[in-house]
T-cell receptor, first 112, second 113 residues
Framework: DAGITQSPRHKVTETGTPVTLRCHQT?????MYWYRQDPGHGLRLIHY???????DKGEVSDGYSVSRSKTEDFLLTLESATSSQTSVYFC???????????FGEGSRLTVL | DQQVKQNSPSLSVQEGRISILNCDYT??????FLWYKKYPAEGPTFLIS?????DKNEDGRFTVFLNKSAKHLSLHIVPSQPGDSAVYFC????????????FGTGTRLTIIP
């Protein structure tokens, strides 16, 4: 199994504050993803990366930015958090050539 | 525009019986499909997949069926066990190697002992 660590696992913040979620992997996988999970919406792709400094938008990228300066770290930033960004955020990596994603344990973000 | 749809938010099945979870898709470019299982407070875990060149894939108690003409796939679990109680997500990808999956909204499966 790929080692993925998400931090923080839980965060409560106020509207308008910046928030950064970190995803760290230990196996040099090229592709990394950020999804959010919300009731009634399933898992929706926010941004993904296909290499260092190579990122692209997903279906719900508004209000989010990402950075990948090292292979092992993929950061998700909310520049000014809003209540609509209250969600559970999952990082994932693409394992091998099977099309299978391996997910981290999630980061629960509450924006008050 | 929901390209992958799971129309049943929940499903209850007696232990030992067959569980059938359904998924429909609209994008004819999707050429591989996966099922994920999710327990509370954990990340989704991969269960089984199928490519568009097949119509069935089996792995132990889990079988996925693909009907390309109907743009429909289903996951069969038999026999159902209490540990199968979880949320199940269907996912689809286009151009294997494009590496972006589109997920459905999930079906909560409850196995009744």
């Amino acid at each position: 199994d790929a080692g993925i660590t998400q931090s923080p696992r839980h965060k409560v913040t106020e509207t308008g504050t910046p928030v950064t979620l970190r995803c760290h992997q230990t196996e040099n996988h090229r592709y990394m993803y950020w999804y959010r999970q919300d009731p009634g919406h399933g898992l929706r792709l926010i941004h993904y990366s296909y290499g260092v400094k190579d990122t692209d938008k997903g279906e719900v990228s508004d209000g989010y930015s990402v950075s990948r300066s090292k292979t092992e770290d993929f950061l998700l930033t909310l520049e000014s958090a809003t209540s609509s960004q209250t969600s559970v955020y999952f990082c994932a990596i693409l394992q091998g050539n099977t099309g299978e994603l391996f997910f981290g344990e999630g980061s629960r973000l509450t924006v008050l | 525009d929901q390209q992958v749809k799971q129309n049943s938010p929940s499903l209850s099945v007696q232990e030992g019986r067959i569980s059938i979870l359904n998924c429909d898709y609209t994008n004819s470019m999707f050429d591989y499909f996966l099922w994920y299982k999710k327990y509370p407070a954990e990340g989704p875990t991969f269960l089984i997949s199928i490519s568009s060149i097949k119509d069935k894939n089996e792995d132990g108690r889990f079988t996925v069926f693909l009907n390309k003409s109907a743009k429909h796939l289903s996951l069969h679990i038999v026999p159902s066990q209490p540990g199968d109680s979880a949320v199940y997500f269907c996912a689809a990808g286009a151009n294997f190697g494009n590496e972006k999956l589109t997920f459905g909204t999930g079906t909560r499966l409850t196995i009744i002992p």
